[in-house]
């Protein structure tokens, strides 16, 4: 089962290893609370992470720009709920929810651990839809930026995963090549896909349980990727 012939293993950070959902809520929780905005979290929530993933759709096939995924999933989700706010308010909200996100890093079980026994055998790098503004700081404030050699944005690069050019710019900067590389994330399309129509082995690190085909090699745990690695 292991995989052999690898020097470069290439993660996912949002969903992969910043426990991005955990994070998110307790963003939004701080900034209802700044702003007194009256609104019951968990029934927010609910709606709001249907319509996020949406718009990030939306986002990765260069359909809508950053602006209006930032203040479209909110003024939807508002709308949803017949929760009347003033656009003024959504892009206050907007802002505060990028400048309070870096406050919060849980990582998902297994993170750390798994970042030690990787990096003494491979070089580690990081291959990120996220805004370029935010990541960094993900990486900084979760203590965890030290693992990776290189660190490829979709805004440093001009298109988002699954696009080949993204994946095609990290092997460069790392210098490493489709062959001795993996790529390990979340998101079939982009992560999974996006990597193994390029060529590039890929592992899908299937937190959300969704059903895969029996040909995508995956994890629940971040610990299983000793199996193969």
């Known amino acids: ?12 950070l949002d969903h992969t290893l910043w426990d991005f959902d955990k994070n998110s809520a307790l963003t939004f929780e701080k900034i209802f609370q700044i702003n007194k905005i ?12 249907p319509i996020n993933f949406q718009y990030w759709k939306l986002y990765r096939e260069e359909k809508i720009e950053k602006s209006k995924l930032r203040f479209g999933r909110l003024h939807d989700a508002f709308n949803a709920m017949d929760v009347k706010i003033k656009p003024s308010m959504i892009y206050k909200l907007s802002d505060d929810y990028i400048t309070h996100l870096c406050t919060f890093n849980h990582l998902f079980e297994g993170t ?5 026994y990787l990096q003494a055998k491979y070089e580690l790098h990081i291959i990120t839809n996220g805004f370029k503004e935010v990541q960094q700081g993900k990486l900084n404030n979760a203590n965890i930026n030290h ?14 995963k699954p696009n080949p050019k993204i994946f095609n710019q990290a092997l ?5 090549t489709l062959e001795n590389s993996i790529m390990i994330g979340d998101n079939l399309e982009a992560d999974v896909f996006g990597a193994l129509n390029i060529g590039l082995d890929a592992i899908c690190f299937n937190y959300h349980n969704e059903i895969l085909n029996g040909d995508v090699k995956h994890v629940d745990n971040l610990l299983e990727l000793k199996q193969y690695l």
């Not at 089962?1 to 996912?12: E, G, P, R, T, Y």
């Not at 693992?147 to 988002?160: C, D, Q, R, Y």
């Open 172 to 176: 460069n900067g790392a210098k490493a």
């Open 38 to 49: 009256d609104v019951e979290l968990e029934a927010f929530l609910e709606i709001y992470e």
């Open 112 to 116: 750390l651990e798994i970042l030690e």
């Open 147 to 160: 693992f990776f050699n290189t660190v490829t944005n979709s805004e440093m690069v001009g298109v988002k």
């Open 1 to 12: 089962m292991k995989i052999n012939n690898i020097s470069h293993v290439f993660f996912d």
